[in-house]
């Protein structure tokens, strides 16, 4: 027996061996940018597995999307150290299997078509290339923890690369990753475009700005500081990272960002930099430099280590995405870049959004959460009617549980407090949390139990009670729309050349209840040619809720007329305003939840 024991043990010490001095190499070149193609090479040294299986994943951490990149990759080759060629076999869409044959390198080589310029894909042309290492760099299946060396080859006299990846001394533009993971949360932006620097939260901050934009330097350098400091605030003024980038694209149109590790992409238009549009920039750097805690550090053990073949589900997106949108607008607040009333207004608009859809008592934002992967990003026209985002109705549901926890602590402990115990959390175990201890940080922050709540309006559709939660902090909410009865179409609709097409139905309005499909062409309304959408609306001001009305619409080419009953608006608009008789127990959480930093 203790003969085989210690040849267990040697076989082990074998295997492990084997990979000990393992490193994963790549090139990316780029020599006729103008067709699109980054060249990659990959090379696996100091292995000694016969076999291999290398693949590309099938989508990005942060967007939630099978997007089957491998679908661009073309010219397959490998070859051992003397470039001899090795057999391989294509196993999957996205899989292949080399036979090694006793090579001490195997060379991969293959080249990447990039015509998307998203945050979560990769481009390349005449003036720049960007990309995302998933989109790029090949794994070797089994072997995630290997560390990685990346090499760019810049396109002529392309001078600069940008990368949150640390840079290899006396190796120009050879940045190291010590996992597959790292390496593929640092995306990549080559060429000649400008970067600045600034110091905020005890760290430098590097912005590439790609693309000619209207800002300031000066400007915007102060104002992503504010953003910065206000965001590190919330975690008691610990920031995990040593440096951070800020990658910026600046585009005719395009908006949206995609976190990362120590680094983020921004795509925005290049006018949004004036007085009257820079907070829309503003909160989407806030957004998604808070990620770098919130999803990337903290988050569900679904979200980390991935599996990037395939989904990766859980059903707390409204917290890592909802919160952050939450803190986005909170951190703009907190650091006098928006008021209380623009922060107050902004959140009513939005609970007003979410309350107005039908998909809100329809589909659990957990569920949003869970089904992301095959509704979130593939909408269609009735998904207004059976979806919630996880981004709003998680936004909405941050500052509700905000208010909650303020309440029954009488303002001693805040959302705030939820976020620094798991980030605490993380910390300590080095992973992500589970369902029972996303609740039990609630819980024992807020010292009450929650699991009812939780169960009432994270996993179910059960409305709120904005009137109670919201009047902790004296504020008083009123439904305009209540009692209504103005007539309501109910689905939007778009017009060219005189021809009037339907684009949306909303779930228990006229239209819908009384039979109109998408795709109709309206032709006429109780007889009166209908030749834009103005006319819609002013034909239904000339009627009232209860009547019945004649639609005429052309379906497949086919003139029908049909008959429907007129209803009301159906959707809410609530508005708050203090209460003039507010208590001190209330205006100690209004003035809480509206601090200002170093209040």
């Not at 921004?266 to 503003?282: C, E």
Request: charged share 20%; aromatic share 12%; glycine share 8%.
């Amino acid at each position: 027996m203790k003969k085989l024991l210690i040849t267990i043990c040697l076989g082990l010490l074998a295997l492990g061996s084997a990979w000990a001095d393992a490193l994963i190499r790549y090139t990316v070149s780029m020599p006729e940018p103008h067709t699109h193609y980054f060249e990659v090479t990959m090379e696996i040294t100091d292995q000694r597995d016969n076999t291999l299986t290398v693949v590309l994943p099938s989508w990005t951490p942060g967007s939630y999307l099978l997007r089957e990149f491998s679908k661009s990759l073309e010219e397959f080759e490998v070859t051992d150290q003397n470039g001899r060629a090795l057999p391989f076999t294509q196993t999957t869409k996205s899989e292949w299997q080399i036979t090694r044959n006793r090579a001490s390198t195997v060379r991969i080589s293959y080249r990447i078509y990039a015509y998307e310029l998203t945050v979560r894909t990769s481009f390349l042309n005449a003036d720049h290339g960007y990309f995302n290492g998933t989109n790029l760099f090949l794994y070797l299946d089994g072997h995630l923890d290997l560390p990685a060396e990346v090499t760019i080859e810049p396109y002529k006299d392309w001078s600069r690369v940008s990368t949150g990846l640390k840079a290899v001394p006396g190796k120009p533009f050879t940045f190291s990753a010590p996992d597959y993971d790292v390496l593929v949360d640092a995306p990549f932006e080559i060429g000649n475009h400008t970067e600045f620097t600034f110091e905020a939260a005890g760290i430098t901050h590097r912005v590439a700005m790609y693309g000619w934009a209207n800002y300031d330097e000066a400007s915007l350098k102060k104002q992503m500081a504010q953003v910065v400091e206000a965001c590190t605030d919330v975690f008691g003024g610990e920031n995990p990272n040593d440096d951070y980038l800020f990658i910026v694209h600046n585009l005719s149109r395009g908006g949206g960002g995609l976190e990362h590790l120590n680094s983020t992409t921004l795509q925005t238009s290049r006018f949004a930099y004036s007085p009257s549009q820079v907070n829309g920039f503003l909160n989407l750097t806030a957004h998604e430099y808070f990620h770098l805690w919130n999803v990337k550090r903290i988050r569900p053990q679904a979200l980390g280590p991935f599996d990037y073949t395939q989904e990766n589900y859980t059903y707390h997106l409204w917290v890592m995405e909802g919160f952050t949108s939450y803190y986005a607008g909170v951190a703009l607040q907190r650091a006098s870049i928006t008021t209380e009333d623009d922060f107050i207004n902004a959140t009513f608009n939005l609970i007003n959004s979410v309350e107005g859809r039908p998909g809100s008592r329809v589909q659990p934002v957990a569920m949003a959460s869970f089904d992301t992967w095959i509704k979130q990003y593939r909408p269609n026209e009735n998904s207004y009617n059976t979806t919630i985002s996880y981004y709003g109705k998680g936004q909405v549901l941050a500052g509700l549980l905000d208010l909650i926890i303020l309440h029954h602590t009488q303002g001693e402990k805040s959302l705030d407090d939820v976020m620094q115990y798991l980030w605490e959390f993380y910390k300590k175990e080095d992973r992500g949390f589970t369902d029972e201890e996303l609740l039990e940080a609630f819980e024992t922050v807020a010292g009450i139990e929650m699991d009812d709540w939780f169960e009432q309006h994270v996993f179910g559709t059960e409305r709120p009670d904005y009137e109670t939660i919201f009047g902790y902090a004296g504020i008083l909410i009123t439904d305009e729309l209540a009692g209504n009865t103005t007539p309501y179409w109910g689905g939007s609709l778009s017009s060219e050349g005189g021809i009037v097409k339907v684009n949306n139905l909303y779930r228990g309005a006229t239209a819908y209840d009384g039979g109109i499909n998408v795709n109709d062409e309206i032709l006429a309304v109780n007889g009166f040619r209908v030749r834009s959408k103005n006319d819609i609306d002013r034909y239904m001001e000339m009627t009232g809720v209860g009547d019945t009305i004649e639609i005429t619409v052309s379906r497949d080419d086919i003139v029908q007329t049909l008959s429907m009953v007129v209803k009301p608006i159906n959707r809410p608009r609530l508005t708050p305003r203090l209460d003039p008789r507010m208590t001190s127990a209330q205006r100690n959480v209004l003035d809480t939840w509206l601090r200002k930093m170093g209040e």
